[in-house]
């Protein structure tokens, strides 16, 4: 999986993404369980869109993220405060302490086996400090099944185009997408591949308590209402 170009019109691709409602998901969450938060370590940041709405809201941010096309954007943006760190998720090295933790966007469907998660979990775990929060989401397996397997999607700009082909193999999703960008009197052609995995509810719950975490709660589509029954799913999750 590469974003050495996808970096580049990611944040165009992504202009309409509910960033204020992951920030918003996620700050209800801290009040409503009471917990006093400064320290975030955000997994899977991206251009870090949600790291900095969160670090201009007072929380002290940490960003990582294994792409180092996505982080120089991050760093070049707004907030100079904010920790940008370049590693593998489902191997962090030399956290802890935090008070928190956050994956959205579906950055756990990324991790396309179970023991990568499981490792994913277990760090994420000893880079909490006691009773920490870890707050993610992820597809339902609903809205892959339905919505993005066998389906193609395309759109054109003035000066960028893509196709987005989405083929499924089981549990694994590949995405094969294909850019045109503009290039003076051209246009630059660039392609690239992307799995995620379709992961049920029960297994990731699974994962969770063997790695050190209980279940708060499970919420669907940014409702602090218990459900899943929706095409994104919260689990809010605490260190034990």
């Not at 700050?27 to 991206?46: A, F, M, P």
């Not at 990568?116 to 099944?145: C, I, N, W």
């Not at 094969?176 to 297994?203: C, K, V």
Request: with cysteine.
């Amino acid at each position: 999986m590469s974003y050495e170009h996808l970096a580049e019109v990611y944040d165009r691709l992504m202009k309409d993404a509910p960033y204020e409602e992951w920030e918003t998901f996620f700050r209800k969450v801290l009040e409503r369980e009471q917990t006093q938060t400064v320290n975030v370590l955000e997994l899977g940041c991206g251009t870090g869109e949600i790291t900095h709405r969160l670090a201009e809201s007072g929380y002290r941010m940490t960003g990582v993220d294994l792409s180092p096309e996505m982080l120089s954007i991050a760093a070049s943006k707004r907030n100079t405060s904010i920790q940008w760190i370049q590693q593998d998720i489902t191997d962090l090295q030399g956290f802890s302490g935090y008070d928190a933790v956050i994956s959205f966007c579906d950055v756990v469907n990324y991790i396309t086996d179970s023991d990568g998660l499981a490792s994913m979990f277990r760090h994420t775990s000893q880079a909490l400090k006691g009773e920490g929060l870890f707050v993610f989401d992820v597809q339902s397996p609903s809205y892959a099944l339905e919505h993005l397997a066998g389906e193609t999607f395309a759109e054109v700009y003035d000066d960028l185009s893509y196709i987005w082909f989405c083929d499924r193999d089981g549990d694994l999703l590949t995405h094969d997408l294909t850019f045109f960008t503009e290039d003076g009197q051209r246009y630059q052609r660039f392609d690239e591949e992307h799995q995620q995995r379709i992961y049920s509810l029960e297994e990731i719950s699974r994962l969770l308590v063997q790695n050190g975490f209980r279940i708060a709660s499970v919420h669907s589509d940014f409702s602090l209402e218990e459900g899943t029954e929706g095409d994104r799913i919260f689990f809010v999750c605490q260190k034990v």
